[in-house]
């Protein structure tokens, strides 16, 4: 068989292929195709009505000056608090630096809808922060924690895991003689920082802010959570858009947020592009930790680093501390009398509190193992043949890495709430497959990216000696490559699936009564003055977290291909 591009493949390859460009074709291009449909020819003529009423409306300007103010304001926060934090692990002397490489590292394993329900928990109307600042304050308001005040100070301990990763990796490349060499010409240390180091790291620090804004713009779990009922940010009100069967406007919005994002990612390819700066010699001096002089400002240094410490790590421990707690203790008690494990009895034996772990659990892995089929039959592909065809079906698949999870569900929710002869006439919408669909459309792109930098490293002379030896394809890709990229395959499977357990933006538009998934149980809970869910909620964020840092340890220990 021969197709446009692709070349003569055997009957078996025809039949996947075929099966991988209806994947494409079906669930990228047609549901982006519906978005554009409804956003500019809403009634089958071109319109731009949308555009006009989302204009008018207070409320939509209201939220987008909202998330305008909300992504300024991080930028800035978490951009001072991250370098802080980097500074302190990496620059600076300071004691202790195991414990707060430990707590500067919690966002890795407390992030989306379980971070805000646990933030929710401990600062919200019955939260053991507020009783505990009430019996300080007795006139502080049980709602004091909303609104953009709460989704800044969220997003502030939240994002720092991109400084964490990339520009902690960033400062120990600065040349150390360079700084020597500052200091030996009158510079303090802070002078030698400022005009020596933070210049190399400006790179970087451009790329994380890029990140920060491409979180913050797309926010959608912690100001659902956090941000109160009369709090709007750009992705709620597409999801209330929608609900309130206004799918040109739900379009014409997500199109604006996708441009948005288009526009960060775009700015950090360019970054990307240009790479990072290099400060010295060929051979350079490894960066060394400097003492603080002055005593004062050592003190202060020491006590901004543990405060930031313990302002990220009380809410995970309230969290895991209050899930062996019984459950009338849950907005009453600042600390639990006394200690159970009843709420994971309860969890586990009670049906209606494991259905939304059973599903979410379910559609991971059914999203997880699709994505993973499809990006190693592409990435395989586009390896072995470089042509028109490969790197069309290769870009198709990273089309979702630059759209918003808002606009894809949109154009899902748009494309099969009613029959379709893409998907045989059937109505996918309401139904339990078209979540870990999106699940899996959101994950295939990151997958890629490992995968391909993975078969990138594969020694290309393994391969040929199995094809002189008269291996075939199927044999070669089974016996040779497989094998060799299986720790990044189990790896990005791990993370992924950990990934789906907190995921909110694509659960909050697509799910149903049949496919209720834990992040949509979370959200419900946070909103619910019952102390019993409260408790369901708290097992529920700590399985997740343990999850998490079950997968992140490997990662760390093994990295991506790492291991044996």
């Known amino acids: 068989m021969t197709l446009p591009g692709i070349g003569r493949v055997p009957l078996v390859r025809s039949i996947l292929l075929t099966v991988v460009i209806w994947c494409a074709v079906s669930f990228i291009y047609a549901p982006i195709f519906s978005v554009l449909r409804f956003a500019f020819a809403p009634d089958g003529d071109i319109s731009l009505a949308a555009v006009d009423e989302l204009a008018g409306s207070r409320r939509v300007r209201t939220a987008i000056v909202n998330t305008l103010i909300v992504t300024g304001l991080s930028i800035i926060t978490v951009n001072v608090v991250g370098i802080f934090q980097v500074a302190v692990l990496e620059y600076l002397r300071i004691g202790g630096r195991g414990f707060l490489?430990?707590?500067?590292?919690?966002?890795?394993?407390?992030?989306?809808?379980?971070?805000?329900?646990?933030?929710?928990f401990v600062y919200g109307q019955t939260g053991a922060l507020t009783r505990m600042l009430q019996s300080v304050w007795p006139a502080l308001p049980n709602d004091w924690f909303t609104g953009i005040l709460a989704v800044v100070f969220a997003h502030t301990f939240l994002l720092t895991s991109f400084h964490f990763f990339f520009l902690r990796a960033a400062i120990r490349r600065v040349d150390y003689s360079t700084v020597e060499a500052a200091r030996g010409l009158g510079a303090t240390n802070m002078q030698a920082f400022v005009r020596v180091v933070l210049p190399v790291l400006l790179p970087t620090v451009f790329a994380t802010t890029l990140l920060v804004t491409y979180k913050s713009l797309g926010s959608f779990?912690?100001?659902?959570?956090l941000g109160g009922r009369r709090f709007d940010m750009v992705t709620e009100l597409i999801l209330t858009l929608n609900a309130l069967r206004r799918p040109d406007m739900a379009a014409m919005l997500s199109i604006g947020l996708g441009i948005a994002v288009i526009l960060c990612i775009a700015a950090m390819q360019y970054v990307e592009r240009r790479g990072s700066y290099i400060g010295g010699s060929k051979t350079p001096v490894p960066?060394?930790?400097?003492r603080i002089a002055s005593p004062v400002v050592n003190v202060a240094v020491h006590a901004a680093a543990y405060a930031?410490?313990?302002?990220?790590?009380?809410?995970?421990a309230l969290v895991v501390l209050f899930s062996l707690a019984p459950a009338r203790s849950i907005g009453t008690e600042v600390l639990p009398g006394s200690l159970t494990l009843q709420n994971y009895v309860t969890v586990f034996s009670q049906n209606t509190a494991f259905v939304p772990l059973k599903n979410s659990l379910l559609m991971g892995a059914s999203a997880t193992v699709a994505g993973i089929l499809i990006s190693l039959f592409v990435v395989n592909l586009a390896h072995r043949n470089t042509n028109i065809g490969t790197t069309s079906l290769d870009l198709s698949f990273m089309v979702p890495w630059i759209l918003p999870a808002p606009f894809i569900a949109v154009g899902l929710i748009l494309t099969y709430d009613e029959p379709n002869l893409l998907v045989a006439n059937r109505v996918l919408l309401g139904g339990f497959w078209i979540l870990p669909i999106g699940y899996?459309?959101?994950s295939i792109p990151i997958m890629m990216r490992f995968l391909r930098a993975a078969f990138f490293s594969l020694d290309?002379?393994?391969?040929?000696?199995?094809?002189?030896?008269?291996?075939?394809?199927?044999y070669r890709f089974l016996r040779v490559t497989m094998p060799l990229v299986l720790p990044v395959v189990i790896l990005i499977g791990a993370m992924t699936l950990n990934g789906i357990l907190s995921e909110y933006s694509m659960s909050a538009f697509l799910f149903n009564v049949n496919n209720r998934p834990l992040s949509i149980a979370l959200f419900e809970g946070a909103r619910s003055s019952n102390p019993e869910q409260a408790a369901i909620n708290l097992v529920y964020i700590t399985l997740i977290m343990a999850f998490s840092l079950v997968i992140i340890t490997l990662a760390d220990k093994y990295g991506l291909g790492g291991g044996k």
């Open 101 to 120: 490489r430990f707590a500067y590292s919690t966002p890795l394993i407390f992030v989306s809808v379980a971070a805000a329900t646990g933030y929710g």
């Open 460 to 474: 290309p002379a393994l391969n040929e000696a199995a094809q002189s030896l008269g291996a075939p394809a199927h």
């Open 221 to 225: 779990a912690i100001p659902a959570v």
């Open 440 to 442: 899996a459309i959101v």
């Open 287 to 290: 960066i060394e930790r400097i």
């Open 308 to 316: 930031i410490a313990v302002i990220q790590l009380v809410p995970i």
